[in-house]
C-alpha cells in the first residue's frame, strides 16, 4: 500500500490478498470437481485436489506481485515447462480458462475489471500451453 496515496502498489493487493486469491481458487477445484462438463480436465489431475489448491494459491499470489514463497520452495520451476507433458489440449486449456473466469467473476475482487483482466491474461496463458496433436 503506498502510504501517501492509500492506493495498492501490486495487482496483489489490489485483489485483495492471499484470502481473495484462496477463495478463488478454491472455487476453481470445486467447480473442476463437481461439474460434468470439467470432466475431461478433472481426470487429468490427482485424485487430491488439496495440494493442488495450496500450489496455485502460492503461484498465483507470488505471479500478482506478492509474497514469493512458491518460487522460494521451487527454484527454477517455470509453469509452462511444468504443463509441456501434461497433453494439455485445446478442449482441456478451454475448460482451465472457463472455470477459472467463473470463480473469478463469482469469488474474486471487488474491482471487476481487475479480475477481467486476470481471466483474460491466465486464458492466455492456459492456451499457450495447448500441445497441438495434427
Ligand atoms: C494459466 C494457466 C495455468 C496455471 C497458472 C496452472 C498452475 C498450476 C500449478 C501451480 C500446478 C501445481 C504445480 C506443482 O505444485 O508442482 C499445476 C499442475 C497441474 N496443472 Fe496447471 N495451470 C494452468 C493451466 C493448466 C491447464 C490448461 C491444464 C490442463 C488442461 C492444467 C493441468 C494441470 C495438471 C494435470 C497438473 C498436475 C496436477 C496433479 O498432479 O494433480 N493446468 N498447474
Known sequence: ????????????????GREVIARMVNRF?????SEAQYAPLRT????DL???????TGW??????????WFEE??????MSAHRDL????ETAGQWADAM????AECGPENRELGRMMAERLDMMAQAMVVETD
Not at 101 to 104: G, L, Q, T, V
Open 101 to 104: 473466469a467463473r470463480a473469478i
Open 29 to 33: 477445484y470445486d467447480l473442476m470437481e
Open 44 to 47: 487429468m489431475h490427482a485424485a
Open 74 to 79: 521451487n527454484p527454477g520451476k517455470c509453469m
Open 1 to 16: 500500500m503506498n502510504a501517501e496515496t492509500g492506493k495498492p502498489q501490486t495487482p496483489y493487493e489490489a485483489l485483495g
Open 87 to 90: 497433453g494439455v489440449s485445446r
Open 50 to 56: 488439496g495440494p493442488m489448491r495450496q500450489s496455485l
Open 60 to 69: 498465483l499470489c507470488a505471479w500478482a506481485g506478492g509474497p514469493r514463497d
